[in-house]
């Protein structure tokens, strides 16, 4: 270093020297070269030869030198963003001193070049540890790396491992470079001497400022040797913390390092007037992260009884931070009292797509200039290539094109290393044993040179630079100096953009005013307010220009409806004085290109009105536009179709409570049973009996069931009257049994279902529900022009909406202006015309005029009316609590019964007649179809049970006659077939058919 500082008087000199002899030959040279036969022009390309020698710094001519670029890192981090930072910054060095320009072509940016008069190479000595908290794994590293001749250490700092670092470093004069925020004082001192433990594990109150005792119990360790990349942002926290006068707040963590960024913010504040205090919670006691969130959150909500919540997140963890911002995105009705401020992470590196667009009020910091054009360049090129994707780990694949606070500080650090080496004389390095690593031998490069030469940057110098973090530069403890800090913030109803900046020398600096102003709430009670709303039947319509009596109506006693008593009832309960003004342009509220609102909304954006009590939707657009309260009424999209006209009555509609396809089974179910029973009584000697009538012919063998009376039988079972005549035999009764069950199943059905037919006239329409508009073309459909059905279609990702839409689109004729003129319509229409509205307006109009109906079920469900307010505006708290108050009461409902069925309605209900007529359905044969199955089962049942029978009376008889079977079975064959049997006597021949003992059957 010393020899450095006097020779570099005498280099400067002799280029001094370089110059004056070079602009002297400049005037000399011509007059003396003309004796020479020199060609034209060399003289100047001798003279610029000359001078670019002369302005070559010394050094330029030398040789090329490799240096190793030392990194630590975890096993883990394979494929992290520093490590892909690392690697990409030493590939862009290689290609630098690889290329004959100083920078590598298209490849290469400014940050490495022009940084020196050499262009020496530098290569990566990676060392991998399994724990960077360990101090033994983090000293071998080092030792291995310094062994191994290195330039300078990109490396893990802790808390623990500190100490050893700074003290490794100091004594082996070895530059060490990290990104960590680290410090030698303990984390778990952050609360000392005034903390009072709460209630729940891993929670704590700390308080700083006052002028009080800290508690330090040590002191800040810098080392000559470490450097910071990361800068300290406490004192811009600071400032935003005064800006907002902020007193307490909750704090979330997870890590030791966010309890030492507390307690520097409290550091900061004890030499200070002002006082705060927090309450720490830790993320990390509950396994269940998402669990742990909920409950912290939860616990905030009941403890706190502030109107305005301050919640300060330090968390690293992305699956912590993920699910604690779902969490933070549920929280719907206290969002307005809670405030976010997001520490240790950067709001460029952070998933913040869900609070995009406002939602929350949120505030942050950033480091990352993503308008610089340096960093724009560096983001496509690190993100361009394939071979740096396959570094990157899966879970950072939802951050592609997003540049991580850690690869930007590498990227700043590298270039930092290499302007300071680079402005350095070069020096031969030295290569140590493995077993060299020793405090007193030599360092293998002056790295005392090296530190000061980074350390020494100022502006003005030449040493410090903007890099990819602002501007980079450092003091002589090692920290960051001269940074700038980008405060981000996002509002309920704002995008989230930087609003402010803070830099050490110009401090808190408001860059973008914000869209929700404070100190706007205005006293209620000291005017009158505008409340803007839209002529629609029922909720507001005009009376006349008179009263009953002949009265003048002024005011608002020209408007009546269900509006016009809710507003009523809303301000006698709050206080305030109102008029009604009905919006100029006829429109509920939509944006256009430009960004501009018109309608209701547009009124309230514009500040032209101070309420909207009107049939409005609340949708998530209108939400970032203005305040609305807690839904007064749900509603959803419903299809209105006109009502089919009565259909004539049916001369044959008793027949209608059974398809035609059951009628028919009945009948051929009829005539097989009457046929079964003719053919079994036939075959059962036991239906068979000898006539006693006096006055008969002797010897007449009768069977009951003839044909005709089959027939007749099995017809008075079906219409459940009684016959004179029944079966004798085991195998009649069955069949006989199974049909008049199954006929007392069929008349029973019959019956209960004829009731309905006869009573209910069935109307059909030729669309059922919105699916069946979706499907066909012949019926057009549409909505009103400006409003949330329109936009509902249009954003829609469902198929069936998206098909609905499209139709829409390419036929504008199917769009009205007014809900009044859509009703029309549909009136008008000869069934080729339906209207798609909110169901409540659908009931309305469907009661009023007795004409339209509601098709099928909602479109979509969750929707509702709500009142809005501008942003921020002093009603949105009471008309929001006065709502809750009205619903829980009942008063809504008794205000929509009274517009909806009492003052308008004039027709029953015919939601529920609808139902019923929709209700009553023919039956099928599926219904009945095991009806049938018994009574096949049955009767095939009875016909072999018949069968058997013969077979066995025919062998009883064969072996008691001593004749053969054949004998026997012609002769019953022949008795069924033939009806009769005569025989000479009745006596004997009666053996044939009862069996008796003293019978004998005669040839």
Not at 93 to 110: E, I, K, M, T, Y
Request: glycine share 8%.
């Amino acid at each position: 270093s010393s020899l450095s500082s006097l020779f570099s008087p005498l280099l400067c000199l002799l280029s001094a020297l370089q110059f004056a002899v070079a602009a002297r030959l400049l005037f000399l040279l011509p007059d003396r070269m003309k004796h020479f036969s020199l060609p034209r022009g060399g003289c100047g390309l001798l003279l610029c030869c000359f001078m670019w020698a002369a302005a070559a710094p010394p050094g330029a001519m030398a040789a090329k030198k490799t240096y190793l670029i030392g990194g630590i890192f975890k096993n883990s981090s394979l494929q992290s963003a520093s490590y892909a930072a690392f690697n990409f910054a030493i590939e862009q060095l290689r290609l630098r001193s690889d290329s004959g320009d100083r920078l590598a072509g298209p490849a290469s940016f400014s940050w490495f070049g022009p940084l020196g008069g050499r262009r020496d190479r530098y290569e990566a000595a990676v060392e991998f540890v399994e724990n960077p908290e360990d101090s033994f794994q983090i000293s071998s590293a080092i030792c291995r790396l310094v062994s191994r001749g290195v330039l300078a250490i990109f490396g893990p700092a802790h808390y623990k491992t500190l100490p050893m670092v700074q003290s490794m470093t100091d004594n082996l004069a070895v530059l060490y470079l990290t990104n960590s925020f680290v410090d030698q004082l303990q984390p778990d001192r952050i609360v000392h001497r005034r903390q009072k433990t709460s209630s729940g594990g891993g929670a704590g109150r700390a308080s700083g400022g006052g002028g009080s005792s800290s508690g330090r119990g040590g002191s800040r360790v810098h080392g000559k040797f470490l450097i910071r990349l990361k800068p300290v942002i406490t004192q811009a926290l600071i400032a935003i913390i005064d800006h907002e006068n902020w007193e307490r707040f909750f704090f979330l963590y997870d890590s030791q390092s966010a309890l030492l960024r507390l307690r520097e913010l409290f550091e900061a504040y004890n030499n200070r007037d002002a006082t705060i205090s927090a309450d720490i919670r830790d993320l990390t006691d509950n396994s269940d992260r998402s669990a742990a969130a909920a409950t912290v959150l939860n616990y905030i909500d009941k403890k706190s009884k502030e109107t305005l919540k301050r919640v300060f997140l330090d968390v690293s963890d992305q699956e912590l931070q993920r699910k604690l911002f779902a969490e933070i995105r549920s929280i719907r009705s206290s969002r307005f009292n809670y405030h976010y401020l997001i520490m240790g992470s950067d709001m460029n590196e952070l998933n913040m797509t869900s609070f995009r667009h406002g939602g929350v009020n949120i505030t942050g910091f950033s480091l990352l200039n993503a308008s610089n054009p340096k960093f724009r360049r560096f983001r496509d090129e690190f993100w361009s290539q394939e071979e740096r994707l396959r570094r990157w780990p899966t879970k950072f694949d939802n951050l592609q094109g997003v540049v991580p606070l850690s690869a930007a500080l590498m990227l700043d650090g590298m270039e930092a290393l290499v302007r300071a080496h680079e402005q350095l004389p070069a020096v031969r390095q030295t290569r140590r044993q493995a077993d060299d690593c020793l405090p007193t031998l030599t360092p293998a490069y002056p790295a005392a040179s090296l530190s000061g030469a980074i350390k020494s940057a100022r502006h003005g110098t030449g040493a410090g630079f903007e890099g990819l973090t602002g501007w980079v530069e450092f003091n002589r403890t090692g920290y960051r100096d001269r940074f700038r800090v980008q405060v981000f913030e996002a509002g309920v109803k704002s995008e989230l953009l930087p609003i402010s900046e803070w830099s050490r020398d110009g401090g808190f600096r408001i860059t973008r005013s914000k869209l929700r102003k404070k100190g706007l709430r205005l006293n209620f009670s000291n005017r009158t307010r505008v409340v803007t709303s839209i002529l629609s039947e029922p909720f507001l319509m005009l009376r006349g220009n008179t009263s009953f009596d002949g009265t003048p109506l002024v005011g608002n006693e020209r408007f009546t409806g269900f509006c016009a008593d809710f507003i009523k009832q809303l301000a006698r309960k709050i206080g305030f004085d109102y008029v009604i003004k009905p919006v100029a342009d006829g429109n509920f509220g939509d944006d256009s290109n430009n960004g501009t609102w018109n309608g209701m909304i547009g009124e309230l954006y514009r500040q032209e009105a101070d309420i909207a009590v009107a049939p409005l939707t609340i949708t998530s657009k209108r939400e970032k536009a203005v305040d609305f309260s807690t839904p007064y009424m749900e509603v959803g999209l419903s299809v209105m179709f006109l009502r089919p006209t009565k259909a004539e009555s049916d001369r044959f509609g008793f027949m209608k409570p059974l398809s035609m396809e059951i009628w028919m089974c009945i009948a051929f179910a009829y005539l097989g049973v009457s046929v079964v029973l003719f053919v079994v009584s036939r075959f059962s000697p036991y239906e068979w009996y000898m006539s006693q009538e006096s006055g008969g012919p002797p010897g007449r063998v009768i069977n009951d069931f003839s044909i005709f009376n089959s027939l007749w039988f099995a017809l008075s079972a079906f219409m459940q009257q009684g016959g004179d005549i029944s079966p004798r035999s085991l195998s009649g009764r069955i069949v006989g049994s199974v049909w008049w069950f199954f006929t007392l199943i069929i008349v029973s059905s019959y019956t209960a279902n004829l009731a309905a037919f006869l009573t209910v006239e069935r109307m059909s329409t030729p669309i059922q529900s919105y699916e069946d508009l979706a499907k066909q073309t012949k019926i057009k459909y549409g909505v009103v022009n400006s409003g949330s059905s329109k936009d509902f279609f249009r954003e829609s990702t469902s198929q069936d909406f998206r098909r609905m839409w499209q139709f829409m689109e390419a036929n504008p004729n199917v769009f009205v202006d007014t809900i009044q003129e859509g009703v029309n319509r549909v009136l008008n229409s000869n069934n080729d015309y339906a209207f798609l509205l909110e169901s409540t307006m659908n009931e309305y109009y469907s009661q009023q005029n007795c004409r339209t109906m509601k098709v099928g079920g909602n479109l979509e469900s969750g929707r509702g009316y709500g009142i809005a307010t501008p942003s921020g505006s002093d009603l949105r708290d009471p008309i929001n609590l006065n709502v809750l108050q009205l619903k829980e009461k009942g008063d809504i409902s008794a205000l929509q019964t009274k517009w909806w069925y009492e003052k308008q309605g004039s027709c029953p209900n015919q939601e529920k007649d609808d139902a019923k007529k929709n209700s009553a359905q023919s039956l099928e044969l599926q219904s009945v179809a095991g009806l049938f199955y018994i009574l096949v089962a049955g009767t095939a049942f009875g016909v072999v049970l018949s069968l058997l029978e013969f077979g066995y009376r025919c062998a009883l008889l064969a072996k008691r006659k001593k004749r053969s079977f054949r004998e026997v079975a012609r002769d019953m064959l022949i008795l069924s077939t033939r009806g009769r049997l005569t025989v000479e006597c009745p006596h004997e021949s009666s053996d044939l058919i009862d069996g008796g003992a003293s019978r004998r059957f005669l040839k």
